[in-house]
């Protein structure tokens, strides 16, 4: 690998997430917390536990981040060509377009991020904090990180507030705690960006849209055309597809189910 290849922006980005989670972490275990007195006390089972959701969580962002989040394929292969045929034949009022930019044939929910240069099925959106775009594939264990990261930064919260002991002259306290006080700042704000995270993507996730449609929807054309979301299925539903993949088939064929109902409506 040519040494220049470590300046990629990819490259950067997971080794600044993963020297920033161990970096932290080291803090919490050398200052007066929580931690140094089970320790001290000979109580291992809470420190144990704290590093393996360390990283259990830095296992989750590498997988997340390093995975295929669901990529439309350029070249068909033939059984992906029988599925075009089988998607073809089902009647639509929207019909599929090709990608001004990658020219593939973009199911249903699918976008073209310029960030990876792909287009990706059912994108939700590229996150800069993973290099990586969040879709079809990989989404559901992005949740799954938002979660553990949050259990991980409010259970460091907590050890780094253990911590903190306020006195004055401020000067040797300043020296004395300084980076402690840091770093709880520091997980204060990251435990206020996943929580909204996790709350948003949960709430997404309940009702079967992305953050590009909730954003963009006036701008979808399969959305535009309809009053409210055409893939929303039930809460129940909902989550089962999204986790488990239950029940299956395409969002063509949902979509043509959902146009036949709408008529028969009428």
């Not at 040519?2 to 020297?19: D, F, K, Q, S, Y």
């Not at 006390?41 to 259990?56: C, D, K, N, S």
């Not at 068909?76 to 090709?98: C, D, F, Y």
């Amino acid at each position: 690998m040519a040494p220049w290849a470590l300046l990629r922006p990819g490259v950067l980005v997971r080794t600044g997430h993963t020297v920033l989670t161990w970096g932290i972490t080291l803090v919490l275990f050398l200052h007066d917390t929580a931690l140094r007195q089970w320790e001290e006390q000979g109580e291992l089972l809470l420190p144990l536990t704290f590093l393996l959701l360390v990283l259990g969580s830095l296992l989750l962002y590498l997988a997340v981040s390093l995975m295929d989040p669901g990529y439309v394929n350029v070249l068909l292969q033939p059984q992906e060509e029988a599925k075009e045929e089988q998607t073809a034949m089902v009647p639509q009022a929207i019909p599929l377009r090709r990608c001004r930019y990658c020219m593939v044939l973009q199911p249903l929910r699918a976008r073209h991020c310029r960030e990876c240069r792909r287009c990706v099925r059912r994108y939700d959106h590229h996150c800069p904090w993973m290099e990586n775009c969040v879709g079809e594939r990989n989404h559901p264990l992005f949740v799954a990180y938002l979660a553990l990261q949050l259990v991980v930064l409010l259970w460091g919260l907590y050890l780094a507030w253990s911590g903190l002991r306020f006195f004055r002259p401020w000067g040797l306290w300043l020296r004395s705690s300084g980076l402690l006080f840091a770093t709880f700042l520091l997980l204060s704000l990251f435990s206020l960006v996943a929580s909204l995270l996790l709350a948003s993507h949960l709430y997404l996730v309940a009702s079967n849209t992305t953050t590009w449609e909730f954003i963009s929807s006036h701008r979808i054309a399969y959305l535009r055309q309809r009053p409210g979301n055409p893939f929303d299925r039930g809460l129940t539903r909902n989550l089962a597809h999204f986790f488990c993949g239950w029940p299956s088939g395409s969002w063509e064929t949902l979509w043509a189910e959902e146009e036949e109902g709408s008529s028969q409506d009428v």
